[in-house]
T-cell receptor, first 109, second 115 residues
Framework: GQNIDQPTEMTATEGAIVQINCTYQ??????LFWYQQHAGEAPTFLSY??LDGLEEKGRFSSFLSRSKGYSYLLLKELQMKDSASYLC??????????WGAGTKLIIKP | ETGVTQTPRHLVMGMTNKKSLKCEQH?????MYWYKQSAKKPLELMFV???????ENNSVPSRFSPECPNSSHLFLHLHTLQPEDSALYLC??????????????FGPGTRLTVT
């Protein structure tokens, strides 16, 4: 079966760095997405990785290792507004998105 | 403003009611999607439309009936729902189906409660 694993909840301090991990087992791989979803709002696109390595976009970076079936989202200089759920999703061989259950990130002052 | 709107934002319905959810995208995309989001569960893909043709139906019960009259509008018709159907229903659109790297743009969702 296809499976995406990510921690259910994480807590971090304002101004700090946090890394949210995602491991996947899917039939085929055509890229990995990270989305952010604030409570009661729509998920919004953060990043897309299809090649191994680190992609940096401002305070957010996303890393992919295809051989390990592993990705992480790195958030630097955390702000209170970063409190949200972070969803990992993999595009499988049929170009269907397989979603993780999301990681709820709580930022404390 | 994400370019994808959904109405209503909240809906409470009895098990014998019939209601419809509406989604509209203003992005000129060719693909539209319905998802179900339940607490602490992954997003469940329900239906996919590409240029008004249904291309995916993930074993969704027949009490959910989609309709795509044109590439900008998508409906989800609901009838004789069960309490376990209570969830957030998200609509999304993307430039194309079946192509990597095209991210999906989501609407704010309809919070559905079945009593």
């Amino acid at each position: 079966g296809q499976n995406i694993d990510q921690p259910t909840e994480m807590t971090a301090t304002e101004g700090a760095i946090v890394q949210i991990n995602c491991t996947y087992q899917t039939s085929g791989f055509n890229g990995l997405f990270w989305y952010q979803q604030h409570a009661g709002e729509a998920p919004t696109f953060l990043s897309y990785n299809v090649l191994d390595g680190l992609e940096e976009k401002g305070r957010f970076s996303s890393f992919l290792s295809r051989s390990k079936g592993y990705s992480y989202l790195l958030l630097k200089e955390l702000q209170m507004k970063d409190s949200a759920s972070y969803l990992c999703a993999v595009l499988d061989s049929n170009y269907q998105l397989i979603w993780g259950a999301g990681t709820k990130l709580i930022i404390k002052p | 403003e994400t370019g994808v709107t959904q109405t209503p934002r909240h809906l409470v319905m009895g098990m014998t009611n019939k209601k419809s959810l509406k989604c509209e995208q203003h992005l000129g995309h060719n693909a539209m999607y319905w998802y179900k989001q339940s607490a602490k569960k992954p997003l469940e893909l329900m239906f996919v439309y590409s240029l008004e043709e249904r291309v995916e139906n993930n074993s969704v019960p027949s009490r959910f009936s989609p309709e795509c009259p044109n590439s900008s509008h998508l409906f989800l018709h609901l009838h004789t729902l069960q309490p376990e159907d209570s969830a957030l229903y998200l609509c999304a659109s993307s430039q194309e189906v079946g192509t990597p790297s095209y991210e999906q743009y989501f609407g704010p969702g309809t919070r559905l409660t079945v009593t």
